[in-house]
């Protein structure tokens, strides 16, 4: 064999590698085939609704228009100084931080509250109160507001009439601005379940080694539940309070069934996204209400980033290095 078939011999690859990168490139295409649908819709319903704000929080783009460049009016910064001179901007974000501030603790006391009653060996019928408690969670949303709306009625709802009974005037829960945030909130514990479900199957993941260590030790049921038990589960506890967090920063058709789209009684339950939802399409200023929304994403972004550098010194990790 001449010196030149032996170096062309040398330069073209075997057959097994050739077959190699074949069935690679023929997995990255089926690979790809397979997420298409998910890429598609994160283009379609992610990226670009996300890219169409910013764009139109540059201009005063009227909703009742057609959709074209020549009904884009580019106004600048202005839609963001209107913040500055808009009132119901701070109200709304007012209450719905007063809102935030009850609601994320109620969301997970009262549901980590069940997860330990539900976890307790010596509770009969333990699988009947799991559904029970978790049974709200699968009626629709508006179905619960609509309930609700009968429930707290001051004059027939039966935690009034259950009140009465009791010698207690109960309260116009809708009817009062002192009270409608604090009947939403009675309304949020209402879909409590699936964080209930999710805190209690971390309270069956704690070892048991490690709370009968304690109870050698000494430690008492709640010495071992605010020492073992929280840090073991405080993943959890963590991944919950981020949830309640942006779940009440979006916090929009209880209220806007109960309240109305002005908030009532008197803005008591006007929340900011009722705020966003009225000047996109009531006022069709959607320049302005991009605006409102890039601002709402910008406030969520801070409390989420706050939240996770306190995890990272706070949230206990087995296994993992601190």
């Not at 890429?39 to 990226?47: A, T, Y």
């Not at 430690?219 to 942006?246: C, D, E, H, K």
């Given at each position: 064999?001449?010196s030149?078939?032996?170096?062309?011999?040398?330069?073209?690859p075997?057959?097994g590698?050739?077959?190699?990168?074949?069935?690679?490139?023929?997995?990255?295409?089926?690979?790809?085939?397979?997420?298409s649908p998910?890429?598609?819709?994160?283009?379609?319903?992610?990226?670009l609704?996300?890219?169409?704000?910013?764009?139109?929080?540059?201009?005063?783009?009227?909703?009742?228009?057609?959709?074209?460049?020549?009904?884009?009016?580019?106004?600048g910064l202005?839609?963001?100084?209107?913040?500055?001179t808009?009132p119901?901007f701070g109200?709304?974000?007012?209450?719905?931080?007063r809102?935030?501030l009850?609601?994320v603790?109620?969301?997970?006391?009262?549901?980590?509250f069940f997860?330990?009653?539900?976890n307790s060996k010596?509770l009969?019928?333990?699988?009947?109160?799991?559904?029970?408690?978790y049974?709200?969670?699968?009626?629709?949303?508006?179905?619960g507001a609509?309930i609700?709306?009968g429930?707290?009625?001051?004059?027939?709802?039966?935690?009034?009439?259950?009140?009465?009974?009791?010698?207690?005037q109960?309260?116009?829960?809708?009817?009062?601005p002192?009270w409608?945030?604090?009947?939403?909130n009675l309304?949020?514990?209402?879909?409590v379940g699936n964080?209930?479900?999710i805190?209690?199957a971390?309270?069956?993941?704690?070892?048991?080694?490690?709370?009968e260590a304690?109870?050698?030790?000494?430690?008492n049921?709640?010495q071992r539940?605010?020492?073992?038990?929280?840090?073991?589960i405080?993943?959890?506890?963590?991944?919950?309070?981020t949830?309640?967090v942006i779940?009440a920063?979006?916090?929009?058709?209880?209220?806007?069934?109960?309240?109305g789209?002005?908030?009532?009684?008197?803005?008591a339950?006007?929340?900011?996204?009722?705020h966003?939802?009225?000047e996109?399409?009531?006022f069709?200023?959607?320049?302005?209400a991009?605006?409102l929304?890039?601002?709402?994403?910008?406030?969520v972004?801070?409390?989420?980033?706050?939240?996770?550098?306190?995890g990272q010194?706070?949230v206990y990790?087995a296994?993992?290095?601190?």
């Amino acid at each position: 064999m001449s010196s030149i078939d032996l170096a062309s011999t040398r330069v073209q690859p075997s057959q097994g590698v050739r077959r190699t990168n074949y069935m690679r490139r023929n997995r990255m295409r089926w690979g790809i085939f397979f997420l298409s649908p998910w890429l598609i819709g994160l283009v379609l319903f992610q990226l670009l609704p996300i890219l169409a704000t910013f764009f139109l929080s540059f201009t005063d783009y009227n909703a009742t228009k057609a959709f074209s460049f020549e009904n884009f009016n580019f106004v600048g910064l202005d839609n963001y100084a209107r913040l500055f001179t808009d009132p119901t901007f701070g109200q709304s974000l007012g209450v719905t931080l007063r809102f935030a501030l009850l609601a994320v603790p109620l969301g997970l006391i009262v549901p980590l509250f069940f997860a330990v009653l539900l976890n307790s060996k010596n509770l009969l019928g333990k699988n009947i109160f799991r559904t029970l408690f978790y049974a709200p969670t699968v009626i629709p949303v508006v179905a619960g507001a609509m309930i609700f709306g009968g429930v707290l009625n001051a004059q027939s709802g039966w935690i009034n009439l259950l009140l009465k009974q009791l010698g207690i005037q109960g309260p116009r829960w809708m009817a009062d601005p002192s009270w409608a945030l604090p009947a939403l909130n009675l309304l949020s514990l209402w879909g409590v379940g699936n964080a209930m479900l999710i805190l209690l199957a971390s309270l069956q993941g704690v070892p048991t080694d490690v709370l009968e260590a304690a109870t050698v030790d000494g430690a008492n049921w709640f010495q071992r539940f605010i020492r073992v038990t929280v840090p073991m589960i405080s993943p959890v506890i963590f991944y919950n309070i981020t949830l309640g967090v942006i779940n009440a920063f979006q916090y929009f058709v209880p209220a806007m069934l109960l309240g109305g789209r002005n908030g009532d009684p008197q803005g008591a339950t006007l929340f900011y996204n009722l705020h966003f939802y009225r000047e996109a399409f009531v006022f069709n200023e959607m320049g302005y209400a991009s605006v409102l929304a890039i601002v709402l994403f910008v406030i969520v972004m801070i409390m989420t980033t706050i939240m996770f550098y306190w995890g990272q010194r706070q949230v206990y990790y087995a296994g993992a290095e601190r």
